[in-house]
């Protein structure tokens, strides 16, 4: 049974984390209404690895395509790629407000934003968010002509993800929208802008976390890595092609539904 848990948290997490619903959100909510544990932040943060993986297997040929190049010549691809310059300046904000958070404040989030009535009424401003983003004129900016302005301007929204129920995804691809980005790009860019946010947010959960996991054993959180893993490939792969044709619509009728699902259910 305690495997099942597990696989059932790497279900959710792979599925929420790409899908603009909120990873974070549906692994507290849906463990409360199944009447198992709440896996908590840290426990959260850890199984997004799998997350990472995920997306570095289905974008290997984007990140990648370097792996023939000799040593130097990596170096310097790194230093000069432009999406990868872009993909770390958007990183920025969220790692100025997370570190801060978890300085200063570092039991807020559990003691407040992880409670229901927030993340309820954060699910509906969600939509709200997402509503404008899909109603907005489809613009012409794409991975290949976006300026690193655009990228930190994302990357600011991409910071507000530290909060229960915002959706890193739903906000990265809602903001690209309104800021002019072309759709398809827009949920690219997203999921390669979250690459290092998740990674890092992963690995500082799992160091300030370990005797936890260390009483826990890794063979549940290994099988927890790995549901992740497959179902986030699906996740990936279901939206960039559902996106393209079909916009947000969905998910915003969904994240209202699921936000008076919880408050009806406090």
Same mark, same amino acid.
């Given at each position: 049974?305690?495997?099942?848990?597990f696989i059932l948290y790497g279900i959710i997490q792979g599925l929420t984390e790409f899908l603009p619903v909120s990873s974070t959100a549906h692994l507290k909510v849906v463990s409360l209404f199944l009447g198992i544990d709440d896996p908590g932040a840290s426990f959260s943060a850890t199984i997004q690895l799998g997350s990472v993986l995920a997306l570095a297997w289905y974008f290997r040929s984007d990140i990648f395509n370097f792996r023939s190049q000799s040593s130097k010549? #990596?170096?310097?691809?790194l230093l000069h790629e432009r999406l990868i310059k872009s993909i770390l300046i958007g990183t920025i904000p969220i790692i100025l407000l997370g570190g801060s958070i978890k300085i #200063? !404040?570092?039991? #807020?989030?559990?003691? !407040?934003?992880? &409670?229901? !009535? &927030?993340i309820a009424l954060v699910s509906f401003l969600m939509a709200f968010f997402m509503y404008l983003a899909d109603s907005s004129k489809r613009g012409s900016i794409n991975i290949k002509? /976006?300026?690193?302005? /655009?990228?930190l301007l994302i990357g600011f929204f991409q910071a507000f993800a530290i909060i229960p129920g915002v959706s890193r995804s739903g906000v990265t691809i809602s903001s690209a929208l309104i800021s002019g980005w072309e759709i398809g790009d827009a949920a690219k860019f997203s999921f390669l802008l979250g690459m290092p946010a998740i990674c890092i947010a992963a690995i500082v959960e799992f160091i300030s976390s370990f005797n936890e996991f260390f009483l826990l054993g890794f063979p549940p959180l290994f099988v927890g890595l790995i549901t992740t893993f497959l179902t986030s490939l699906i996740a990936i792969d279901f939206l960039l092609k559902y996106f393209s044709s079909n916009g947000l619509k969905i998910f915003i009728i969904y994240r209202i539904i699921f936000g008076f699902v919880i408050l009806l259910n406090l």
């Open positions: 049974m305690e495997y099942l848990k010549r #990596f170096l310097d691809y #200063f !404040v570092p039991y #807020f989030f559990d003691k !407040v934003l992880r &409670s229901n !009535v &927030s002509n /976006h300026n690193y302005s /655009h990228s």
